[in-house]
């Protein structure tokens, strides 16, 4: 029989593939961004950092983008798909949080790029990619700051980001907008903790301004982070050199500070009440016990250190379960067959979230394990509506007709309704093209002029037949997949097509059928094409 066979590598995920076939920018969602007031009042100012020059930079985009969205030939104004969107976030589980891009260093830069029209089709999907993936990330956050109860004057956490249906430049802000929001509430709540600081002024009022200095670089550092600064520890775990009976309440006060400036925010109330005590400690030292002043401070540096390592453990944990939680019980996008449940898996991820304490290996391998099968099928399915879409670009006037969710027949219009194409994904992750056509009846089968031409008509199908796969070979490369068709040339395969082109056939009229029930979605908009489209080699890395 006349067939193609290619394995298939998905070298990148565009963000426009749907199972379903639905095209993610036709309907859209409310792209208004409605996100709760989030000012307080020790921390209620815009942000004028690091953050804001990403929003600047964003509204900027949009500005360009406007102006020239006409000629805009980038994916950029392309909705994310719930196929594309499911598979990056479930490779990102697999990884962790501690594998996310710095969104806030590389925003800026990607949308520079479109604004300028600078960015290539695979540029675009990785912003797509890095997008994504910082949403994810967000999200996690959002989950695991709402396991902790609001105190008062906390602000609102904002909603979780939805990147499914919008346009990558609203993304881009709803993205800035929502990190500024979380910054904030992080950033109030570590301050309503600083300032429950064991530290009675009743009971030592001759030394409360001294107290208050100690906590105002804390304030400082975190306002600094609300605005998009960096909040990282600094301290001093090594004893320091000198005249240890020279120290006094100042140099105690400086020290103090700039260790408690530094702490995470999710630093533990326990670990911060140790580091009181050895500051309280080593002021009081200072008249009394003068050489004692350096080992309290030595002690609260040491400890800073190691309760920020464990607190840096039990977030990334948290955050890691929260992720993978999400991914987990998300439910397949539409079109998609049911994705393999995890009740295991999700047991240990729950346990995680809510103690901080990190998986064990055996747990570890159970979560992956789940996360593998789930990305295993979502993988598949994306290959398949990724080669669907390809072949669907085959020509105008065409059927195109799903079997079932493993292939797929298209009839060019040329044909006359009497051959098709099939196209299949195997077990194995193989891609094949067959040509087909209806079997003879027996009374054409016992005619030899009919047989004769029959033959004469499958040696022209399978000639055209190459010129398609060869084809679809580049088609395939515009949707993420690298397939190398290798063509073989024999007689035609029999069988029954697919009932939208049975129907089709009936008529007697493919191109008819084509703007008939057959085809009842209409064909995806297709990207624009490279300038010179070529198949890519296993050697080639670009």
């Known amino acids: 029989m006349s067939s193609a066979y290619a394995g298939t590598d998905l070298y990148t995920v565009m963000p426009d593939v749907s199972a379903s076939g639905i095209d993610p920018t036709m309907a859209q969602p409310d792209l208004g961004l409605h996100l709760p007031d989030t000012g307080v009042s020790d921390l209620a100012h815009t942000a004028t950092g690091h953050v804001d020059v990403v929003g600047h930079a964003v509204d900027h985009a949009v500005d360009e983008a406007a102006q020239q969205l006409h000629d805009m030939i980038v994916p950029a104004l392309i909705g994310l798909a719930d196929l594309s969107g499911a ?3 479930t490779r990102l589980a697999l990884r ?6 710095a969104f806030n260093n590389k925003v800026a830069v990607d949308q520079e ?9 695979e540029d675009g999907s990785e912003c797509w990619r890095r997008a994504a993936e910082a949403a994810a990330g967000i999200n996690a956050r959002i989950t695991v700051l709402g396991l902790a109860p609001a105190g008062p004057g906390d602000p609102p956490l904002p909603p979780p980001v939805q990147p499914v249906g919008v346009p990558l430049d609203v993304l ?4 800035a907008a929502t990190e500024r929001a979380l910054r904030r509430v992080e950033a109030q709540r570590a301050a309503r903790a600083t300032a429950r600081l064991p530290f ?13 200095r100690l906590r105002a670089k804390r304030h400082r550092a975190l306002k600094a982070y609300a605005e998009g600064g960096d909040l990282s520890a600094r301290p001093a775990a090594e004893p320091r050199t000198g005249d240890h009976t020279a120290l006094t309440e100042e140099d105690v006060l400086r ?31 200072v008249g009394r016990r003068p050489t004692a002043v350096r080992r309290y401070l030595d002690e609260a540096a040491l400890i800073a250190r190691k309760e920020s390592e464990r607190a840096a453990r039990a977030e990334t944990a948290r955050r890691d379960a929260a992720l993978r939680l999400q991914v987990l019980r998300a439910a397949a996008p539409e079109g998609v067959d049911p994705l393999p449940e995890a009740p295991a898996a999700t047991d240990v991820l729950e346990r995680v979230l809510r ?3 990190p998986a064990s290996k055996e747990d570890e391998r159970t979560v992956q394990q789940a996360l593998a099968a789930r990305s295993a099928a979502l993988h598949r399915a994306y290959l398949v509506a990724a080669l669907r879409r390809a072949s669907e670009q085959w020509g105008d006037g065409s059927v195109h007709a799903r079997a079932d969710a493993e292939h797929w027949d298209f009839a060019p219009a040329a044909w006359g309704g009497h051959y098709w194409l099939r196209v299949r994904l195997t077990a194995t992750g193989q891609a094949r093209v067959l040509t087909m056509r209806r079997a003879l009846t027996a009374q054409e089968a016992a005619d030899p002029h009919t047989v004769a031409r029959w033959q004469a008509m499958d040696a022209g199908r399978c000639a055209e037949s190459a010129a398609y796969v060869d084809e ?30 049975t129907d089709a056939f009936r008529d007697g009229s493919a191109a008819q059928a084509s703007r008939g029930a057959a085809s009842t979605r209409s064909r995806p908009a297709r990207r624009p094409q490279r300038q010179q489209p070529r198949q890519r080699r296993r050697d080639d890395h670009r």
């Open 87 to 89: 598979l990056l976030v």
């Open 96 to 101: 962790g949080t501690m594998a996310l891009a």
């Open 113 to 121: 790029a479109m604004a300028r029209r600078q960015m290539s089709l």
């Open 172 to 175: 881009w802000k709803r993205l």
């Open 200 to 212: 009675q002024h009743r009971e030592d009022p001759e030394h409360a301004d001294w107290y208050d």
């Open 255 to 285: 020290e103090g500070a700039e260790l408690l400036a530094g702490l995470p925010l999710a630093f533990t109330s326990e670990g911060r009440e140790l580091i009181d005590d050895c500051l309280l400690e080593a002021r009081r030292a």
């Open 355 to 357: 103690s901080g304490v």
């Open 472 to 501: 679809l070979g580049l088609l395939s490369e515009e949707e993420g997949v690298r397939a190398e068709f290798t063509w073989t040339e024999s007689q035609v395969l029999t069988g029954e097509p697919a009932p939208g082109l």
